[in-house]
């Protein structure tokens, strides 16, 4: 059993202590007083002044624990067979009528919620809606929509890039999706910008990426990580080799 203890000091405070259960309010403060001699308990105290009271259970828990299945239908308004669509929408409706922010009061917007609770495992498609399959649906469904947003937001970030000559448009995209989702899958850059991987497509991206690396040192390093996630890591990459010296008027 814990019994909060309030020690008086020169200011209130609280610590919890656990007692053994059964025990009067003499015994538990003869307890007090014989951990604070053996130093378990360090704060200075008068034994007159101590108050105790036990932790109450909440009004929730002691609602869930004793509502019955006819009593949170009753709550929800709710009849069976009831599926989990239905569930949630007697919720909402109980809620926009019992909620503390629309009138309601308290007590009954926690009897809303201990209802809910304790039928979600009663509806028809509930092992369907926790099912690892139903999950794995729904992932891969959502995935797909999340590609096609990043897609779209790659695209704006490219021609950001080459409007501001300023290829950080790339990384900024990438973070800033990452932080707001998740960060895009190496699948997802394939054919983005170019649907054809054309020789000439080619070229001209990689010519499109040297120009607007942030870093002229490392512009091929920059422009070599970009070309394969938009062409694919089995895809050739010719480096850019600059005009020899003699055809720029350059004597060694």
């Known amino acids: 059993m814990k019994v909060i203890v309030t020690l008086v000091k020169t200011i209130t405070r609280e610590a919890h202590i656990d007692i ?48 019955t299945f006819t009593q949170a239908l009753t709550i929800l308004q709710l009849q069976t067979p009831f599926t ?33 609770d304790f039928l979600k495992s009663f509806s028809k498609d509930f092992a369907q809606a926790t099912s690892n399959s139903y999950w794995e649906q729904y992932w891969q469904s959502r995935l797909h929509k999340l590609q096609e947003q990043f897609q779209e937001e790659w695209r704006k970030a490219f021609k ?27 699948e997802w850059f394939l054919g983005v910008l170019y649907k054809k991987a054309t020789t000439k497509n ?30 694919g890591f089995d895809t050739p990459y010719v480096f850019y080799l600059p005009p020899a010296k003699e055809q720029i008027g350059v004597v060694a």
Not at 32 to 44: A, C, F, H, L, P
Request: proline content about 3%.
């Open 20 to 67: 053994a259960n059964g025990q009067s309010q003499e015994a538990i403060k003869q307890e007090i007083v014989d951990r604070y001699n053996s130093g378990q308990i360090t704060s200075k105290f008068n034994i007159a002044q101590v108050n105790f009271r036990f932790p109450q259970r909440s009004n929730y828990q002691t609602i869930i624990m004793k509502i």
């Open 202 to 231: 080619r070229n001209a991206y990689q010519q499109k990426l040297l120009l607007i690396a942030p870093n002229r040192t490392f512009r091929e390093q920059y422009a070599l990580k970009y070309y394969r996630l938009e062409f």
């Open 160 to 186: 950001k890039a080459l409007a501001e000559n300023n290829g950080m448009w790339f990384s900024t995209c990438i973070e800033r999706f990452g932080r707001a989702y998740m960060y895009p899958r190496t």
């Open 84 to 116: 989990m669509a239905d569930l949630k929408k007697a919720y909402r409706a109980a809620a926009l009528v019992h909620h503390p922010d629309c009138g309601g009061k308290a007590e009954n917007f926690i009897k809303i919620d201990a209802a809910y």
